[in-house]
Each structure stands twice: as structure tokens, then as C-alpha cells.
């Protein structure tokens, strides 16, 4: 059975494998990501089940599904809670003005 990042030889064309510039929030994604298994936070296997649950993956871009799979793995194994991220997110958002 298929799960929903299998989509090669599905309809809609080809992927669009173009390059982008990396953005910062991206960067820190990966780091952040890096960090939480070097620390044996969360495993590889661990965030691709988690990415791969996401209810609206093929919304997401790559790095959202990154982010959206380390806040779902924080929350499983009891680091953060929903509402310490949503505090955290609602500082940042403030500081930086939505941008």
C-alpha cells in the first residue's frame, strides 16, 4: 500500500526538482533537526514516520514537513508541549513582525 509521499508515476506531471535559495528559517530547520538526533532525541526512521502521518502533507514544502514533524515528535515524547511551542511561535512572530 501506498503512503502519501509515494507519488512518483502519479498523474500531474513531473516533480519540480528546480533549485531554491535556501532560506534561513530552512537552515535552522536542518539544524535544528541535526541537533535533536545528535542528542538522540528523535531518530531518522522517527521523523520520516512523522513526516509521512502529516494529515496535509502535499501541502507542505520540504522544509514544512521537516518543522511540522519535529513539533509533532517534541509533542510525542513530552519535551514541549503544544502550548510552550505555540508561546514560543507567538514571541518570534511578534519580534520579527510576521515576516
Known sequence: MSSVHDIGGSSGG???????????????????????????LQTTDQHRRAIE??????????YERWTAATEKLLIE????????IDEKAGEIERRWGGS
Open 14 to 40: 513531473p516533480i519540480d526538482r528546480s533549485q531554491h535559495d535556501v532560506e534561513d528559517w530552512e537552515r535552522l530547520a536542518d539544524a535544528i533537526n541535526s541537533a535533536l538526533g545528535g542528542k538522540g
Open 53 to 62: 502521518s502529516l494529515p496535509n502533507y502535499r501541502d507542505l514544502g520540504y
Open 77 to 84: 515524547n513530552g519535551i514541549l508541549t503544544q502550548a510552550e
